[in-house]
Each structure stands twice: as C-alpha cells, then as structure tokens.
DNA sequence: AAATGTAAACTACTCGGTGCAGTTTACCCA
DNA sequence: TGGGTAAACTGCACCGAGTAGTTTACATTT
C-alpha cells in the first residue's frame, strides 16, 4: 500500500516531469529540422510543446545544449549500425548485396533523414556544432572497410584501399537512394527499386575489385 | 588620344559605382559563405564591402535580392558546362574519362566549391531560395545522360536508363572528389589520385553496361 | 500552507530596412 | 578649363519586430 503510493507518486513525478522534457524534445526536433540551429526560436519551440519557455529552460540551460540533446537523441536511435560480419563460406555478391540493402534501409529510415536534415546544414559552416554526427555518418563505412579488408586477407578481393574502396561502394547507393532525396526532395526509392540499386552496387564493385 | 581619353574615362566612370557595386558583391559572398544566409548580417557586410549599409540597398533592394544575384554570379562564373560529345569512331573508356576529369576539375574548382557552400545549406530547408542552383547543381549530369543514350543508340552500351547511369557515374566520383571536401573539410585529391578517381569510375562503368 | 511549475512581462540586445541631411563624385555645357 | 547640376555615397538615427535568456508574481497541487 505505502509501496504502492511510493511508487505510483514516484512513476507520476517521474513521467511528468518526463513527458515535458520528451515534449520538449520532440518539439526542438521538428523546430530544427523545420528552420535549422539559426532559424528555430525558443519562444516558437515552447509554444510547439505546449510548454513554458521557462520550462524549456529549466531542462535545458540553453539552445546549443538542446541542439545537442537532440543530435544525441537522433544518433542514438540508430545506435544499431550496419553490421556485416565477412563469412568466407559464402559469396561475396551475396554479401554485398545484404550490406547493400541494409544501407539503404538505413539511408531511408525517419531518424536518419532526420539527423541529416538537422546537421548537415549545420555542418558545412560549423563543423563543432554537429560534431558528434560525424562519426555516425560514416559508422557504416567502417564496418564495410573491415569486411573488405578481410575479404581482401581472405585472398577474395583485389589488395586496395578499403577505405576508399567502401567510399565508392557507399557513394553509389548514395547518389541514388541519399543525395537527391536531401536536397531535391526526391521520393525514397521503392522496394523494387531499391534491390536495382543494390544489384547494380554489388555487379560494380565486384566487377572491378574481385579477384 | 581622344580614343583614349573616353575610355579612361568611360572604364573610370564606370568602375566607380560599379566598384562599389563588385565590392559589395565579394563581401557578400564572404559574408554568406561563412555564416550563410540567415547568419549573414547586412550592417557586417557593408562594413566588410567598406561601404555605407545605405549604399548597399541602393544597389539591391534586400538580403534576399542580394543573395540571388550572389548565386546567379556564382553559376554564371563556370557556364562552360562538361561538355561530353558523343563520338563513335573513340573508346567509350577514353570519353568517359575525360568527362570524369572535368567533372573532377569542375568538382574542385573554387567558384563551384563556393557555390554549393552557399547554396546547399539553403537548398536542404528553403528550395526556393537556391532554386537557380538546382539546373547548374546537375548540368553535367544532363550531358553526361545525352552522351549515354547515343552510346546506347549506337549499340555500344546496354539499353538502360541513362539518368539513373550517370546519376551513378557521377555519384562513383563525387563520393571521393565532393562530398568529404564539402562536408568534413577533408582536402581535395591530388591529379595522381584524381587520375584513379575518374579511372575507377570508368572501369565500373563500363564493366556494368558496356555491350 | 508550502512548494513547485507556470505564464507573462522584461532585459538587453541584433536584425532588416528606411529617412534624411550633408558631402562627394560624375558629367555636361559654356 | 571652369562652373553648375544631378546623381550617388555617407553616416547617423531610427523603426518595428524578434532574439536568447531572466525575473516576477500568480496558480495549482499535494
């Protein structure tokens, strides 16, 4: 009974407090996302949370540190990379081709179109502003880089650059399933296409660097 | 001697309001590139361009104003597009890469460089405010695309959509020659690395849709 | 009744843009 | 070559709106 109060006052103090910082925090992101770090107000933003500006202030002691939470926040809902554990038993195309398609469905997931709506923008003037993107930008190239280095000991690959070579590989996908839908609001490529453009990847790469 | 007279005069004449007219326009492009468009101020900008703000809206009406005619400037600096011609008598490799390696000069040219720092933060939240960019942003890709059908109509490469292969041809390069210089500040490659840019992009190529 | 969270007013700016008085420059004509 | 006229430039004050962040005074809750 008194545990039952206890944690029912607890759970209500916790959650209320809470959701306003979640309400916060869901609100700076679309504020964000809509005017970028200059143009997003905080009077506007508290209003958008239904919150006072002062509450916002309470949680947050200013508007970079929110920027910030919120990156955070946008990185962390990927933290899964893309993982592909290099298996010599099995074709490289194969792969490829999953690597290819996970990359894609990362490419095409709201938090990371959000993330990069938010940063990038941020990124090319202020680089320490979105600082913290920039190794989740390209966590997935090093995951591919050490599959390719092992496909290379493995004597599967020509010896290269894996570094560069994974660049290539990941700008392919990327110039069609990436860059025109950031900057041209282009539509995410459908499920039929997108195996065409892992396909086309995969042929690519292999044809230039298997052995 | 009269000859002369009138055009040092006429070159003076002109050259003084029009200096301060150019004046104005270098430090707005300074002033944008570092801080963008938003982050720009105009009182900084006339006392960059060493120039009364009052002089500064007799010349353009607004920030907006101004700001066009620095990316209208900008675009017309390197309207020599990569200009690609067909030509069935010559390997496709030795046309292709040529077109990677003005691609890759254009990639790395100043005034294309400054551009797309200006621009692209724009471009991802205000479309209208960077919409003279977009034709320029892929002229090159519009050529490449014509040079690829003819190919195709002269039975040299598979019948494919020749957007989405030089969307491809492109992106193989960008992704070394672009995106990291323009993003992570990361330094512009060298004419040996440039050579195997455009040469790794062409042997993909062609390895894909080459009949 | 105490405490907390709230809204609204407030501070001390900066912003884009304007009005104006006075100065400098450019150009034409005598 | 000199003088006059018109245009352009200057610097300043100023406007209204909006900014991040702070204070104050009220209301709701426990």
Chains 1, 2 share one sequence.
Request: proline share 3%.
């Amino acid at each position: 009974m008194v545990q039952d109060l206890k944690v029912s006052f607890m759970k209500k103090s916790l959650t209320l407090t809470e959701k306003k910082r979640l309400d916060i925090l869901a609100a700076a992101q679309e504020e964000f996302k809509e005017k970028g770090f200059l143009g997003a107000s905080m009077d506007s933003l508290a209003k958008r949370a239904a919150v006072s500006k002062r509450t916002v202030y309470n949680h947050f002691p200013s508007k970079e540190i929110l920027f910030h939470n919120i990156v955070k926040q946008l990185c962390d809902s990927f933290s899964q990379a893309v993982n592909i554990q290099y298996q010599s038993s099995k074709p490289l195309a194969e792969q490829l081709h999953i690597a290819a398609m996970s990359e894609i469905q990362l490419l095409g997931s709201e938090c990371f179109r959000d993330l990069n709506r938010i940063t990038i923008a941020e990124l090319i003037r202020s680089p320490e502003l979105a600082s913290s993107t920039l190794e989740h930008l390209d966590q997935q190239k090093d995951g591919l880089h050490v599959w390719i280095n092992d496909a290379i000991n493995d004597g599967r690959l020509k010896a290269v650059d894996s570094h560069y070579a994974a660049q290539q590989f990941l700008g392919l996908i990327k110039a069609s399933a990436f860059w025109p839908q950031l900057l041209l609001n282009q539509t995410f490529p459908s499920p039929e296409q997108q195996k065409i453009i892992a396909d086309d990847a995969v042929l690519m790469f292999l044809a230039r660097y298997e052995t």
